[in-house]
């Protein structure tokens, strides 16, 4: 009897077939892994930078006008007071948590994914706050002279960077404890800073230790990036 022909795929070999296309070789996947790998490098290298060195902020408030506007992303200078002290007429970020921004009463594991995507630059720090240093510890700041001005230890002191005058519509007297600082927006008028918080725990200053570092440039939009001047000690000792 008859035999059917073998099967040409069972003897190893190809069927024939009209439509011969070419294979494609897997070329994609070390190239994927590559780009991931280093794009995961830099925001870990970016993270680093901004924990150590230089972070950048974004200013939510026109509390410190002129100087910075709502929406200006700043460069801070986290390393600035590790050989030196603060100044009066610093501009600085400091830690707001528990007195500018209540106390994040939310379970430690919601309060770590916040913190570690802010690390990597994901999240904004919704506890920072910027200010001015009018006082330091000893310092007795009040306001305001006849003219309007603000007194450091009893000195009038001329401030051209604000918004307007007088430098507080509201009158204060305010000795400034060690380790302790007393800060104050540019536009005393639209500001909530130390003088908000004179009756609180603390009368108003801020640890030495919530400093996050000092504001040393505008660093976006393009149109008013600039290196921030430090100023002249305010006056007073």
Request: aromatic fraction near 4%; hydrophobic fraction near 40%; proline fraction near 9%.
């Given at each position: 009897?008859?035999?059917?022909?073998?099967?040409?795929?069972?003897?190893?070999?190809?069927?024939?077939?009209?439509?011969?296309?070419?294979?494609?070789?897997?070329i994609r996947g070390p190239w994927v892994f590559a780009a991931v790998a280093v794009a995961v490098a830099a925001v870990l290298a970016s993270a680093?930078?901004?924990?150590?060195?230089?972070?950048?902020?974004?200013?939510?408030?026109?509390?410190?006008?002129?100087?910075?506007?709502?929406?200006?992303?700043?460069?801070?200078?986290?390393?600035?007071?590790?050989?030196?002290?603060?100044?009066?007429?610093?501009?600085?970020?400091?830690?707001?948590?528990?007195?500018?921004?209540?106390?994040?009463?939310?379970?430690?594991?919601?309060?770590?994914?916040?913190?570690?995507?802010?690390?990597?630059?994901?999240?904004?720090?919704?506890?920072?706050?910027?200010?001015?240093?009018?006082?330091?510890?000893?310092?007795?700041?009040?306001?305001?002279?006849?003219?309007?001005?603000?007194?450091?230890?009893?000195?009038?002191?001329?401030?051209?960077?604000?918004?307007?005058?007088?430098?507080?519509?509201?009158?204060?007297?305010?000795?400034?404890?060690?380790?302790?600082?007393?800060?104050?927006?540019?536009?005393?008028?639209?500001?909530?800073?130390?003088?908000?918080?004179?009756?609180?725990?603390?009368?108003?200053?801020?640890?030495?230790?919530?400093?996050?570092?000092?504001?040393?440039?505008?660093?976006?939009?393009?149109?008013?990036?600039?290196?921030?001047?430090?100023?002249?000690?305010?006056?007073?000792?």
């Amino acid at each position: 009897m008859p035999h059917d022909s073998p099967d040409p795929q069972r003897r190893g070999r190809r069927a024939p077939t009209g439509d011969r296309r070419p294979r494609r070789r897997g070329i994609r996947g070390p190239w994927v892994f590559a780009a991931v790998a280093v794009a995961v490098a830099a925001v870990l290298a970016s993270a680093l930078v901004r924990s150590t060195v230089a972070e950048p902020y974004r200013i939510p408030s026109g509390s410190m006008e002129p100087l910075l506007l709502p929406g200006d992303r700043i460069s801070v200078d986290r390393s600035a007071y590790d050989a030196a002290p603060v100044r009066r007429g610093d501009v600085v970020v400091v830690d707001g948590e528990g007195s500018f921004v209540p106390y994040d009463s939310r379970p430690a594991a919601a309060k770590s994914v916040d913190v570690a995507l802010q690390w990597l630059g994901l999240a904004p720090d919704t506890t920072a706050v910027v200010k001015r240093v009018a006082g330091t510890g000893g310092d007795t700041v009040s306001c305001c002279t006849g003219d309007g001005l603000l007194q450091v230890n009893g000195e009038p002191v001329q401030e051209d960077y604000l918004a307007e005058p007088p430098a507080s519509t509201v009158p204060f007297t305010a000795t400034v404890p060690e380790g302790r600082l007393f800060l104050l927006g540019d536009n005393r008028h639209h500001s909530l800073d130390s003088r908000a918080l004179l009756g609180a725990p603390g009368g108003g200053m801020i640890a030495e230790s919530s400093v996050v570092g000092r504001v040393t440039a505008i660093a976006w939009p393009p149109a008013r990036r600039t290196d921030l001047e430090q100023v002249d000690a305010l006056s007073g000792r």
